[in-house]
Structures are given as C-alpha cells and as structure tokens.
C-alpha cells in the first residue's frame, strides 16, 4: 500500500482487528479496502479528512440494514460495514438494456431506507442553498446558462421552505450506490444522511447512471422513469421534477468547483427545465 490513506487504513485495520487488507477501490475522496474480521468477510472505507461528511455513517447507522449495507463500527478516519457479494452495481443493468427494471430496483430500495423515518439529528436540505451564492463569485459562473443558474436558485430555495412529510435520505442514491448481495438482494451504500421529504431522494438516479447523457437525459427516458417512480411511490410529479432539475444545476456547480465535466449535470438540467 503507497496511497495517502493507507497509513489511516493500516491503523484502523490493527484497532479492528482485521487480516488480509487489500485496496480494492481507490478514489479523489477516499479508499475502500476489503478484509476479514472474525472470519467475516467486510469492507473498510477511509475518507479524505478534507471531505467532512460525517452524516453518511450515521445515516447508514440509522438505517440500520435496512435497505442498506449494514455499519459495524465508525471512526472520524474512516468505518467498516459488511461486504455486499458480489457487489455488482445496479448501473450494470441499465447498461444492458434493462433501465425500467432498475427504476424499479432504486424505488424498492429508496422505499425500504425511508422506512427508518426521521431524526432531527440530521442536517435538514436548504443548507444546500448556499451553493448557489458560492458559485455566483466563481471566476468560471458563466459556464452555466444564466437563465437556468437563476431559475434552479429560486425553485430551490421554494421547494426546501415548502417541503413535506420529512426522512432520514440517503441523499446520493444514484445507481452505482446500490450493489447487489446474494443473501441480502439490493442495498444502498455510501449514504450521505439529510433530512427532507422522500421527493428529493429521486434527482439523483434521474442523471445517472454514468457520464454518457442519452442513457438518462432525453425526454422519453425521463419521462418513462417519471411514470415508474409515480407507479411505484405516488409522490409528487412535479416536485421530484423540480428537486432533479435543481439537484442537476447543484451537480454542474460542484463538477465545475472541482474541475470536472459539467455536461451531465447541464444537459439534465436543460432536459427537465423543458419538463417543467
């Protein structure tokens, strides 16, 4: 091991009493290790210091397995869950044709954490607002379509004063957060933990999965996922719509803060403004 954390990873593996460690994912913002406690296989995650999400382990706590890999210790440094085998990742299916059956899959997993109901331990949403000012003093803000920036801004800050019904979210279920274990079935992982009503759960999975916009942002696709996602749920159409849309803005704005693409998020973006 030569990577940044791999000292963090090595201490953590000796507190925890873990054998045959091995990096098997490694990432800008963290590293997962795979190892094995009391003969049990698990997973080891260290995080960049600098990341400062200390909501996800605790939203995976509060979850409590259900629907979610299941947390078995914590640190400030990094957290050890159980392995989900085989861990093939839900995005495999709409790659291979099957995007209707993985709509389905992201609202019986979505159903299953919102069972864990609220907790007012958790940072509720209209914190996010603030990354509509940040991005308005930054030197490369005209990137983004001006109309779309400033109607993604105002909806934003309407829909998180008017939100209903609130729960603990995951908050980042996108597809390649949710893995398939063969005793357990589908189950989310890598939580970031809000608390706000379960509309807002649904942005995400609607820009993914992937970075290749015409498997998620064309109007016919949005739309037949739209129809699932209502069958399924019976939220509010337009208010999942309007969090995507100003969820895609807020992914465009952190892509372009940390120096990546920003076409997913904008052409989602354009995509569901044309829906609204």
């Known amino acids: 091991m030569t990577t940044p954390l791999a000292n963090t990873a090595r201490s953590l593996a000796e507190k925890w009493e873990l054998e045959q460690l091995k990096l098997e994912i490694a990432t800008p913002y963290g590293e997962v290790y795979f190892a094995i406690r009391h003969n049990l296989p698990v997973a080891l995650k260290v995080t960049d210091p600098k990341m400062n999400e200390p909501d996800g382990p605790e939203a995976m706590l509060h979850f409590a397995g259900i629907g979610a890999a299941r947390l078995l210790v914590k640190s400030e440094k990094g957290f050890l869950m ?68 400033h109607r993604a801004k105002g909806l934003y800050q309407e829909m998180a004063l008017s939100q209903g019904p609130k729960t603990v979210l995951h908050g980042d279920l996108h597809h390649d957060n949710i893995i398939f274990d063969h005793l357990r079935g589908w189950l989310a992982i890598d939580a970031k933990g809000y608390l706000g009503e379960r509309e807002f759960e649904y942005g995400c999975a609607l820009r993914n999965p992937g970075t290749d916009p015409r498997l998620f942002a064309r109007p016919e696709i949005i739309e037949r996922r739209m129809s699932i996602i209502i069958e399924h749920t019976g939220l509010d159409r337009q208010r999942i719509l309007i969090w995507a849309f100003t969820q895609a803005v807020l992914s465009a704005i952190w892509s372009m803060e940390d120096g990546l693409d920003l076409t997913r998020g904008i052409t989602t973006a354009k995509t569901i403004d044309a829906l609204l």
């Open 82 to 149: 159980e392995r989900i085998e085989p861990g093939r990742q839900l995005s495999n299916m709409v790659f291979d044709g099957k995007d209707d059956e993985a709509t389905e899959i992201v609202c019986q997993v979505a159903a299953e954490l919102h069972k864990s109901g609220p907790s007012e331990s958790f940072g509720s949403i209209p914190t996010w607002h603030e990354r509509y000012d940040i991005h308005a003093e930054h030197e490369g803000a005209v990137r983004l379509p001006t109309k779309i920036y």
